[in-house]
């Protein structure tokens, strides 16, 4: 076994993982798969944990008390300081359920175990991962379970005498773990993305390095070729990675093979100053620091900002997190780890009863923000009055209590189903507007059937990718909708997200359609409306709903309104934006254009009822209203007040119609 004691070149490693998984954080395109950073630190902590354990195995000198001793002094000290004050920055900034969660969130991760919590929650790459400054604990969670049962296992493999059998062990645990991440990727992702046993084949690659490293090649120059390979895999995978990838599954094999190469590798001569080159090794040395430090940093900048990094702030953010965690390793990381008084036993003594100190009375001050509701008295009165709803994203949606469904109804009921008077069709972003149209049409004695699915995209052979597969339920929807419009002479009402679907459009079969730029979608979304048209008879009125304004960089006007007091005022101004600016401006021209010069279609826009001449606004808070539950759907308020708009054009079509 090899006797190196220290490896330059996996801190040259560490640099390298660490800053893909920041570049990826801070939106950088060229790093979409910069999330493979974590699997690379699984496999540096297979390898070393298994060697150091194994090595002092084999000479009769391991302890269990100083090697979790080792770890806790290694990650738990500048682990304290980032919850601490992650949880006071939390209390300043925070809106009450952002503050509720970050409370569970914190007790989780002090217990080891914050893998299971975000399990529960949304995926690590849904874009609420903006609210949580502790998700990237889970990796950490994963390393600490990681930590607990691998030198027991060891134990009673060297206790039973079946040390010489590790290596067969390693391999059949990685087969069998990767074998079920593949698996159940399609069933259950986050379980796979979250859970150790889908890890264990990442931990076992670098664990069993230990016993490859005995093997060495005659010629020298293999262990450049080991290094270079492992290098481009790693590489590959940041470049060509995306949020879409199946993973972790099969495809994390790439950047774990590659860290293995790169480790075996690491005996070159020329290709590993890449990586032993000061300035790499000293990244490396400060990675944990940088780990844990760049994402609350992160989200806690863009809570504040309400929207997405410049460039010139994510250069000053990146010269930020790197000073805090240089100062965190120099007086905080190297302090507790690095210095030999700490290998006497009072000390350790002292080091394990303050831990458990802190560990109490975080988990304390977190309980105090959860049963306190998130402290809503840190919000402004007047926003509590207008958010008052304990859950507003969820329950101010403008199609609450109204279901996706085929055939549901608005209005007036009717005993005679087919006794209809308007169709409403499309996706989320048509039922939006279902609390303002079921009492327009109650009040009108109108009844309307409606064809709606969350994410469905209408048009002849077309449907939308729902994680690299045709979304089947659309399809039904789609020809369900045709089939109808073979008979039917009463007017359609169709609205959706006109402008985001461009990377998720496919056929029946499943096979992508993609566009190089946004003119070649804009094109392809009127054409499919012609499309359509053409399969309505003739004299059938077609109205279309053009797109809401929104600033597609924000996160929503409802934390926005229920955020502390103390950082809101940034917050409030970016919910008034230039009208310029707003994301659906473009295609709503484009539709504008298209049925100015048809017979039988009107257009509809949003933006004449939630901007003037130069801004856009989100909320009226001279009424009392907010016009949005989310940063680009439409509240109950919003939906009332964009129909009222609306009203004399869509009832006298109707009218006309009947």
């Not at 379980?191 to 264990?200: G, M, S």
């Amino acid at each position: 076994m090899l006797q190196k004691k220290y490896f330059a070149e996996i801190d040259g490693l560490r640099a390298i993982a660490v800053l893909g998984v920041i570049f990826f954080h801070l939106g950088f395109s060229s790093f979409s798969g910069g999330f493979i950073g974590v699997d690379i630190f699984f496999v540096i902590s297979g390898f070393l944990m298994t060697r150091n354990i194994i090595v002092n195995m084999q000479k009769g000198s391991f302890s269990f008390s100083k090697f979790y001793i080792r770890r806790m002094r290694r990650l738990l000290p500048v682990f304290f300081v980032v919850l601490f004050l992650t949880l006071i920055f939390g209390y300043l900034l925070f809106a009450p359920e952002h503050l509720i969660k970050l409370g569970k969130s914190l007790i989780y991760s002090l217990l080891g175990i914050s893998n299971f919590f975000f399990l529960g929650e949304t995926g690590y790459f849904n874009g609420i991962s903006e609210f949580k400054p502790l998700l990237h604990t889970w990796s950490l969670a994963v390393e600490w379970q990681f930590y607990i049962l691998l030198p027991v296992i060891f134990f009673f493999l060297f206790r039973f005498k079946r040390k010489s059998k590790i290596p067969f062990y390693l391999i059949l645990g990685g087969i069998v773990s990767l074998y079920f991440s593949e698996k159940l990727l399609t069933i259950d992702p986050s379980a796979v993305f979250f859970l150790l046993p889908f890890r264990v084949v990442e931990f076992a690659l670098g664990a069993i390095l230990v016993w490859l490293l005995q093997f060495q090649p005659r010629r020298k120059i293999i262990f450049e070729l080991f290094m270079i390979l492992g290098l481009a895999l790693i590489f590959y995978g940041f470049f060509s990675f995306t949020k879409n990838t199946p993973f972790p599954g099969f495809y994390a094999m790439i950047p774990c093979l590659g860290a293995v190469f790169v480790i075996y590798g690491s005996q070159c001569k020329f290709v590993s100053f890449l990586l032993k080159n000061p300035l790499s090794v000293g990244i490396g040395l400060i990675s944990y620091s940088l780990y844990l430090i760049h994402w609350p940093v992160l989200v806690f900048y863009r809570y504040w900002k309400n929207s997405e990094l410049l460039f010139k702030e994510q250069i000053l953010f990146l010269i930020i997190i790197f000073l805090l965690s240089y100062l965190s390793y120099k007086f905080i990381e190297t302090p507790f780890y690095k210095r030999k008084i700490q290998e006497k036993k009072n000390s350790q003594r002292i080091f394990i009863w303050f831990s458990v100190l802190f560990v109490i009375l975080l988990i304390f001050f977190s309980l105090i923000v959860v049963q306190k509701s998130g402290f809503p008295n840190r919000v402004e009165t007047r926003f509590l009055q207008i958010n008052s709803d304990d859950n507003f994203y969820n329950r101010s949606y403008g199609g609450i209590g109204h279901r996706f469904s085929v055939m549901g109804t608005l209005g007036e009921s009717k005993t005679n189903f087919e006794d209809y008077d308007v169709i409403l069709m499309g996706d989320s972003y048509s039922l939006q507007y279902a609390a303002g149209l079921d009492i327009l049409f109650n009040q009108q004695n109108i009844t309307a059937i409606t064809i709606i699915d969350y994410g469905c995209l209408f048009g002849p052979n077309l449907t939308l990718l729902n994680k690299k597969a045709k979304n089947n339920t659309c399809i039904v929807q789609n020809k369900l909708f045709f089939d109808l419009l073979k008979n039917n002479t009463k007017p359609i009402i169709w609205s959706q997200s006109w402008e985001s679907y461009d990377l998720f459009i496919c056929d029946f079969n499943g096979d992508q359609i993609e566009f190089e730029t946004d003119d070649q979608y804009n094109d392809f979304m009127i054409t499919n409306i012609k499309q359509v048209r053409d399969r309505i008879m003739p004299e059938v009125q077609l109205i279309i709903i053009g797109d809401t304004p929104t600033m597609g960089k924000n996160f929503g006007i409802s934390s926005c309104l229920s955020r502390s007091k103390y950082f809101q005022s940034n917050c409030i101004k970016s919910m008034t934006f230039p009208k310029s600016e707003a994301m659906g401006i473009e295609i709503n021209s484009r539709i504008l254009n298209y049925t100015n010069l048809e017979k039988n279609i009107v257009f509809l826009n949003p933006f004449e009822v939630f901007c003037d001449d130069d801004f856009c606004y989100s909320f009226d808070l001279g009424k009392n209203k907010v016009w949005y539950q989310d940063k680009s759907h439409l509240s109950v308020s919003g939906s009332i007040e964009a129909i009222n708009y609306f009203e004399k054009d869509i009832i006298r079509i109707i009218k006309d119609s009947k």
